[in-house]
């Protein structure tokens, strides 16, 4: 019986049951997904967490909000991509260590390329990421390959620069700055801003009469909006985009390549994508 489940809080409006529940029954593998709500301060059961994977009592873990940078201090290792980006979504004991990985990277690429038909290529112009959290992260990091200016963009400027600081290392061929979410955006020149990534929770259910883009200020020309938010299927930004015109998406995409590969990581199979979407669609 294989047990896996999601650290973080809150959890109860997560899809990731339904994506893994559906995985491991394409597999014809007897197992369950389940959640586990760590209220934040609760470090015993945070820790009495972490040891049932190192039993072998859980498989694996999914992490999520707030515990994606809070938990890799627990940790015994870190993948090179979950170490380069400072951030964990995806637990597994190996060869008796607790190792971190980061699987938003790869899943984020991945259903970016497929969405945009791969119009980004190596130092394409300018990418503008809302929030500097453990997603923003993420995506950061996939970015830094296409991107010769990427602007980064957080109602707290010092975490935005703290973000940017810890990717001084990505190279003299990507400009990376931040800015304060209201205010610096709107000083900001946006005409070469070709792609918008979200990754604040601005939008999401249920307070979805909200947008993280600043009512005053127009998008820029042409730009494809990418959301990071899947609950609702449509955000406020990005029925904003697409009522301009602008190619646009929410995460779902996101979230179905980040959980299959985090259970190649621990099963070490690769799961039908079709079978993880049509979990969902009575969502």
């Not at 650290?7 to 109860?12: D, E, I, N, Q, Y």
């Not at 904003?240 to 199979?269: D, K, S």
Request: glycine share 10%; aromatic share 8%.
């Amino acid at each position: 019986m294989i047990h896996l489940g999601l650290l973080g809080w809150p959890v109860s409006h997560s899809l990731s049951p339904k994506l893994h529940n559906a995985a491991l029954k394409a597999m014809g593998l007897e197992g369950e997904y389940s959640l586990y709500p760590v209220e934040p301060g609760n470090d015993l059961l945070l820790e009495n967490l972490l040891s049932k994977v190192r039993v072998g009592e859980l498989r694996g873990l999914n992490v999520t909000i707030p515990y994606k940078q809070a938990v890799i201090p627990l940790l015994d290792r870190l993948s090179l991509s979950a170490k380069s980006i400072g951030a964990v979504n995806t637990i597994f004991l190996e060869n008796g260590l607790l190792v971190g990985h980061n699987t938003d990277a790869p899943g984020f690429r991945m259903d970016l390329k497929k969405f945009s038909g791969n119009a980004f290529t190596r130092r394409s112009g300018g990418a503008l990421i809302l929030g500097a959290g453990g997603s923003a992260r993420a995506v950061l990091y996939s970015l830094t390959d296409s991107f010769k200016n990427i602007v980064v963009a957080a109602r707290k400027l010092d975490q935005a620069q703290n973000l940017i600081d810890s990717f001084r290392n990505a190279g003299d061929e990507v400009f990376i700055e931040a800015v304060e979410m209201t205010s610096g955006l709107s000083r900001l020149n946006l005409d070469g801003i070709d792609l918008i990534v979200n990754t604040t929770p601005v939008g999401m259910h249920p307070n979805v009469e909200f947008s993280p883009w600043p009512v005053d200020l127009e998008l820029p020309h042409s730009c494809v909006v990418y959301d990071l938010i899947y609950n609702p299927r449509e955000t406020l930004l990005v029925r904003r985009a697409r009522e301009m015109g602008f190619l646009a998406t929410t995460g779902l995409g996101m979230l179905v390549e980040q959980a299959a590969l985090g259970f190649e990581i621990w099963t070490g199979l690769t799961p039908p994508r079709e079978a993880m979407f049509s979990s969902l669609e009575e969502e």
